[in-house]
T-cell receptor, first 111, second 114 residues
Framework: SQQGEEDPQALSIQEGENATMNCSYK?????LQWYRQNSGRGLVHLIL?????REKHSGRLRVTLDTSKKSSSLLITASRAADTASYFC???????????FGTGTRLKVLA | GAGVSQSPRYKVTKRGQDVALRCDPI?????LYWYRQALGQGPEFLTY????????KSGLPNDRFSAERPEGSISTLTIQRTEQRDSAMYRC????????????FGDGTRLSIL
């Protein structure tokens, strides 16, 4: 079963706008990762945030982590048409090596 | 450098046949993961290797599924006596270390059971 749940399930925005997607999970974790998947292709790693970190930036990406609420958010600023993809969060529960992926947010950026 | 390579890209086989899916990870990557991904869903964990040791196989659906990584590099996921419900995209990923490392995914093997 999936541990992570992303919302919204789908998001459609205009180019230049910001996109925010959220991830919730169920158990204590070591770290949380965000991945992007273009249609039919493999997943591409975007950013990793450790359980003792609260915020991380990478280019136009900003990730926050709230371990008390067991949630994370991914913000993409100044979106581009090329950002159109599905975005997944993945968590590794403490004491395990396996990663559990969420259900994904399908982002569409309109030019 | 070369990424994670999976073969075949597509496999169509009749129900009841055995299939073997291959994953060639990035050179030097210690950790290797197998996932199954249904259309419109996130990857579902199947099994994890650290070098040649299979440290977690809790995601394998039943005993028809097995995996090995005998020399700590290439891995094979085998499905015996395939059933239609096994049809899915099977993805492999590798990473440098055990924890807190990005996973690099291959393009997957699309398995179709007729």
């Amino acid at each position: 079963s999936q541990q992570g749940e992303e919302d919204p399930q789908a998001l459609s925005i205009q180019e230049g706008e910001n996109a925010t997607m959220n991830c919730s999970y169920k158990t204590s974790i070591n770290n949380l990762q965000w991945y992007r998947q273009n249609s039919g292709r493999g997943l591409v790693h975007l950013i990793l945030i450790r359980s003792n970190e609260r915020e991380k930036h990478s280019g136009r990406l900003r990730v926050t982590l709230d371990t008390s609420k067991k949630s994370s958010s991914l913000l993409i600023t100044a979106s581009r048409a090329a950002d159109t993809a599905s975005y997944f969060c993945a968590t590794d529960a403490q004491g395990t090596y396996k990663y559990i992926f969420g259900t994904g947010t399908r982002l569409k950026v309109l030019a | 450098g070369a990424g994670v390579s999976q073969s075949p890209r597509y496999k169509v086989t009749k129900r009841g046949q055995d299939v073997a899916l291959r994953c060639d990870p990035i050179s030097g990557h210690v950790s290797l993961y197998w996932y199954r991904q249904a259309l419109g869903q996130g990857p579902e964990f199947l099994t994890y290797f650290n070098y040649e040791a299979q440290q977690d196989k809790s995601g394998l659906p039943n005993d028809r599924f097995s995996a090995e990584r005998p020399e700590g590099s290439i891995s094979t996921l085998t499905i015996q006596r395939t059933e239609q419900r096994d049809s899915a995209m099977y993805r492999c990923a590798s990473s440098l270390g055990q924890r807190g490392q990005p996973q690099h995914f291959g393009d997957g093997t699309r398995l179709s059971i007729l």
